[in-house]
């Protein structure tokens, strides 16, 4: 079946811009997960919805980011003004449910701001 | 709170040598600990993973890992290298809290010379 997708896979932006990353997790994974990886490092948590809930978004850097999943299965990442610390590859898991279930990670949008 | 630990960011092994990735983690809460492959330009997989049942974990590939709550460790071993393991290995640690968000490690590259 389908993996997790996300859209674009590059994303180049000027300082200061509005920019938006989707993400479709694997039909009926009611658990998705946003992460950023910079260079060199692992992947940080951002924020975790439960169906269309954001249930913890205690890792969103500050109030530019922000996500939706308004039913439940697409969710977008928002980032509004843009800073070049924002550059990054930012990720997208799926999981059937929270717990130990795997989660299931999609190849990652790499945002460049310019 | 959660933490992991993965020691030097590059460990070199020739092909057919055993490979042993090390990582140590902090939880104040039984964990649940992932390994996670990532080729290049490719998304996160899962190696294998421990959730509180068999302390001696089997992955793909050849993969295993030890789960040693005396040492905090999930050790990550391969008898025999293959030039096809070169990748970046992420050991991460979640809880069955609200959750489950991943802590990453930063990583370890794996070479294989031949």
């Known amino acids: 079946g389908a993996g997790v997708s996300q859209t674009p896979s590059n994303k180049v932006t000027e300082k200061g811009k509005y920019v938006e990353l989707r993400c479709d997790p694997i039909?009926?994974?009611?658990?998705l997960y946003w992460y950023r990886q910079s260079l060199g490092q692992g992947p940080e948590f951002l924020i975790y919805?439960?169906?269309?809930?954001?249930?913890?978004d205690s890792g969103l850097p500050n109030d530019r980011f922000f996500a939706v999943r308004p039913e439940g299965s697409v969710s977008t990442l928002k980032i509004q003004r843009t800073e070049r610390g924002d550059s990054a590859v930012y990720l997208c898991?799926?999981?059937?449910?929270?717990?130990?279930?795997?989660?299931?990670f999609g190849p990652g949008t790499r945002l460049t701001v310019t | 709170a959660q933490s992991v630990t993965q020691l030097g960011s590059h460990v070199s092994v020739s092909e057919g040598a055993l490979v042993l990735l090390r990582c140590n983690y902090s939880?104040?809460?039984?964990?649940?600990l992932f390994w996670y492959v990532q080729y290049p330009n490719q998304g996160l997989q899962l190696l294998l993973k421990?959730?509180?049942?068999?302390?001696l974990v089997k992955g793909i590939n050849g993969f295993e890992a030890e789960f040693k709550k005396s040492e905090t460790s999930f050790h990550l071993t391969k008898p025999s290298a293959h030039m096809s393991d070169a990748a970046e290995y992420f050991c991460?640690?979640?809880?069955?809290?609200?959750?489950?968000?991943?802590?990453f490690g930063k990583g370890i590259t794996l070479s294989v010379r031949p």
């Open positions: 991460a640690v979640s809880t069955a809290g609200a959750n489950s968000k991943l802590t």
């Open positions: 421990y959730t509180s049942a068999a302390t």
């Open positions: 919805f439960q169906g269309t809930g954001a249930a913890d």
């Open positions: 039909s009926g994974h009611t658990a």
């Open positions: 898991a799926s999981s059937l449910v929270r717990g130990a279930y795997e989660q299931y």
């Open positions: 939880s104040s809460v039984p964990p649940y």
